[in-house]
């Protein structure tokens, strides 16, 4: 019996000692690696910068972004004084985020992609803010002061005014893809969606239950067609792009997320000192980081937040569905954000068969 006891003690203590080697083993692995995770993300670090220090970016381009935004700016400017446009469309405090902090104004549109660039734009003076940016009743509510509240004009003209800018057409394309025809949301088509086909289709008021199912069988049975699981708007219940189209052309201002910039932002009453276009917002976006935070931030992949700019063939997908006097109203109603901004209403006329250059 005791001869047993003595050979089970050593087998315990071997298991001891087998099972301490095995950790200490396991540990001095972890710790490595976590050593060359940590190097491997500063040698990233390192690389990033030094392709940033190569480009060069802080120095030959910094200028010529910064002339480029003055040039633009002036060139606007001088647009608006021969249109004799500051009178017409005074700004409206609602629009405007102001950072007293920062001496820094934006001018600011509803969208979800906008919140997303708004975020990315200011990344380090935003970073507090992030969860608290809303939209409600036309007002943003965040902890930043707006000129309403303050009642006083001279903070139009802070050191940074800031707005970002989209083709006309590219807006209208992707807030009808989002919020009518490719979503799950169904709150747009509660709110807009049925009061367009109120207006716009006959059939609209008599479609009953029975026929909407009808429709939805048919959106099924298309194998060419991709249909978002829980959207029981699409089309071709929902309203179509010529449909909205034609309620956008009757109420031009009835929602920023289509108004036109010369309203909703007034170019022409204030001094826009960056105004960034969205076809080239990866780098001009980073370009203005650059200029608010720091020469040593990094360069960020706003493609990952927001979607990419529509190509001629998308948009023309769209507003080739519309004839020429309705393409016509289009380019009427956006006409001046067209020639302020250097955008083409050629473009989306081209889009139509019936179109022929003036």
Known sequence: MESWRTSDMRFVLTLLV???IAWTILIIVLSRNSQYSLAASKEREMQMRDEVADDPFPSERMEA?????????????????TDALSTQYPPNARHFILDKSQEMLYCALPSTRSVRSLSLLFSKKLRRYRH???????????????????????????????????NPADRLVVFYQSHLENTADTNYY??????????????????SATEIHKFLALVDADPDRERVLGNPFANPVGPTFTEFIKYVVSKPADDEHWTPYHQHCAPCSIDYNFILRFENIEEEGNFFRIFLDSPNSLPIKFTDAIDTPFSLAEVCSYFSQLDKELLSRVVEVYRIDFHLFGYSADEILTCSDEYVRQ
């Open 132 to 166: 608290s940016l809303d939209f409600q009743d036309n007002i943003y509510y965040t902890d930043f002061q707006y000129p309403e509240r303050l009642q006083i004009p001279e903070y139009y003209n802070v050191s940074i005014r800031v707005m970002v800018v989209r």
């Open 18 to 20: 087998i099972g301490s």
């Open 190 to 207: 509660r709110a807009l969606g049925k009061i367009i086909l109120e207006k716009y289709r006959d059939t609209a008021k008599t479609l």
């Open 65 to 81: 972004f910064m002339r480029g935004m003055t040039e633009r700016s002036e060139s606007i400017q001088t647009k608006c004084s």
